[in-house]
């Protein structure tokens, strides 16, 4: 008996060690399932651009809602993304997107600084919608102002990644591979067709992605449609362009600088005058212009081969309104919109050509002329000599923030200033039209009008276009001649279409 209670007594206590195992074993597998659900749930979050729209919303959406990444300050309030004077004292950046890599974008930009601002939100778009990883961009090293400055000489190479990683990967260089493979050749480079729509880059371009891995596009202005795309991709290129595109600390404690002393002494004004050399010689405007100076001109047009128009009738394009204002045409126009004349006048361009004689009827009108060279000691600009696209950076922050900003010529500094001044509340931006502005200014200089019908004419002209909310002018099939997306990016403004009117 002793030894057969011992025996059953052994037995109970083996059913008991089993039990207990099979509820260790129940216990860990709950646990191992819930580890793996909460595994699950946070890669969906992290790849939730991917799958989250597509599961929760229906099929399908190329882009979730851009996250821009919002400067916080130490009260917890974000700050006004895109203006001049904002610092960022912590910035909380969106979760990375996972995707199928289908290659790697490498990219030249051509052109001066806003030219390729506008090429690089383009290409990151496209690489977006690609779903290619994106080589930070490499800037034009040999246009006519020769300026070597790379990409994060310019702009915050960090910060513009970090930003945009919910959208797109991008990278600061090639893998080691891959950068083998492009030094051996094995890659396709090629400029993409300019003014295309999305479909050109899915049709064309992508099938060479999965071809040779690596696609250099070495062209890159105007190479994306300014109308017919999604809004998705509309708004991806207003996020890069206003929240990613974020100049060097350097640049913009310089900008908060200039902008901070003209604030201390009242509104102020920018003009962007194009009246430098280069513009007038690609341009072939001559007006006011001496036969020598109009040689010189010439002679630096043929000089350029990628200059393509050579024999220009200088009086005929002015007629036209395809020529920049003249320094004493500007005048007459300030003066006759009633811009108060002890108003600061900002300079924001290169060297006017002609020099100080040139300004003479500016400078008489307007006495309060400045420029960033004067405002600024020589210390504060040595690095910047000789890189123009950094000065132009600087002539940016200081457009974006003034009072009034007045263009004479509507080239790529003034449609990208133009369009972000919109996109921080419709800023004032008096468009002129400069057709219009030669034939009345030459009825005014030969007596044919007064002062006062000058004036008055001037102003009816302009009296709707000083960067109200508006459409897009859409010409089909002739996109050189259409409003610019970057001039006017409505997709990413705040007022609803209906809202909208036309100039």
Known sequence: MGVKGAWFGGGNSKRSDKARSKMMKVWILRASTTILLWTCVVQLTAIGETWGPRVLKGWPSCFT????????NSHGDSTEVGSASAVAEKLV???KRIYKNNGYLMVSCNGGLNQMRGAICDMVAIARYLNVTLIVPELDKTSFWADPSEFQDIFDVDHFINSLRDEVRILKGLPP???RRVELGMYHSMPPVSWSDISYYHNQILPLFHKYKVVHLNRTDARLANNGLPVEIQKLRCRVNY??????????ELGRRVIKILRANGPFLVLHLRYEMDMLAFSGCTQGCSTEEAQELTRMRYAYPWWKEKVIDSDAKRRDGLCPLTPEETALVLRALDIDQTMQIYIAAGEIYGGSHRMVALTAAYPNVVRKEVLLEADD???????????AALDYMVSLESDI???TYDGNMAKVVEGHRRYLGYRK????????IVNLVDQYTNGSLSWDEFSSSIKAAHASRMGSPS??????DRPKEEDYFYSNPYECLPQSIDQLTSI
Do not use: G
Request: glycine share 0%; hydrophobic share 40%.
């Open 65 to 72: 809602p851009s996250i821009p990444p919002f400067p916080v």
């Open 93 to 95: 950046f969106p979760p």
């Open 177 to 179: 591979r891959l950068k």
């Open 243 to 252: 929240a990613a595109l974020r100049f060097t600390s350097q640049i913009e």
């Open 381 to 391: 600009l040595r690095y910047f000599q000789n890189h123009s696209s950094q000065m």
């Open 405 to 407: 900003f007045v263009p």
């Open 429 to 436: 931006t008096i468009l002129l039209e400069r057709r219009l």
């Open 471 to 476: 459409r897009r002018l859409v010409i089909p």
